[in-house]
């Protein structure tokens, strides 16, 4: 089924350890975000990328890194995790001007 | 850049009574405003989309109207049912850029 895939779906990781979240959709779009949201909050984008080897960072400024060397898999990675970065990590794409599908999340705690 | 405020933060309702969330953005470039739902633990889900050459666009008990002028839009939800429980994001975006999201609404349907 064509959708967005994030994983882990939990995770639960010491400080100053590095790790990286995967995102992957069959959808074909080229347009894909990572935000990150505390439950029920608000939407923070962190990065984005508008197609291959293109990526932005977004508005939330974050110890983080992404890469999109192929369309479908845009992942993001924590250098040294802290536990500042517990939250809700959403990844979206989009094709064109329409909206955006979310995966379903990585609930990230940092102890 | 274009900024998103919505309103209330919170809005309880009885069943069977109408909801109304409202949205005002700053960038009269923007034509694409979507509206997204988050139930408790879930991703959000695009319930209803509005282009900016159209004024209003239901869909069974959802419906969005779009003033460009005041450059606000609202989602309308009517004979509200406690599975309309959840958060509910308006976003906006010039053609093909990013979405920039509103802080959220917290909809409770009491029955």
């Known amino acids: 089924e064509a959708d967005i895939y994030q994983t882990p779906r939990y995770l639960v990781i010491g400080t100053g350890k590095k790790i990286t979240l995967e995102c992957s959709q069959t959808m074909g779009h080229d347009k894909m975000y990572w935000y990150q949201q505390d439950p029920g909050m608000e939407l923070h984008l962190i990065h984005y990328s508008y197609g291959v080897n293109s990526t932005e960072k977004g508005d939330l400024s974050s110890e983080s890194t992404v890469s999109r060397i192929r369309t479908e898999h845009f992942p993001l990675t924590l250098e040294s995790a802290r536990p500042s970065h517990t939250s809700q990590y959403l990844c979206?794409?989009?094709?064109?001007?329409?909206?955006?599908?979310f995966g379903s999340g990585t609930r990230l705690t940092v102890v | 850049g274009e900024n998103v405020e919505q309103h209330p933060s919170t809005l309880s309702v009885q069943e069977g009574d109408s909801a109304v969330i409202k949205c005002t953005y700053s960038?009269?470039?923007?034509?694409?405003f979507p509206w997204y739902k988050q139930e408790l633990g879930k991703r959000p889900q695009l319930i209803i989309d509005?282009?900016?050459?159209?004024g209003e666009k239901k869909d069974q008990r959802i419906a969005v109207t779009l003033n460009k002028t005041a450059k606000h839009f609202s989602l309308h939800i009517t004979e509200t049912q406690p599975e309309d429980s959840a958060v509910y994001f308006c976003a906006a975006s010039p053609y093909g850029n990013k979405l920039v999201f509103g802080a959220g609404t917290i909809l409770r349907v009491k029955s």
């Open positions: 509005i282009r900016s050459n159209v």
């Open positions: 960038d009269s470039a923007s034509n694409y």
């Open positions: 979206a794409s989009r094709t064109g001007a329409g909206g955006y599908t």
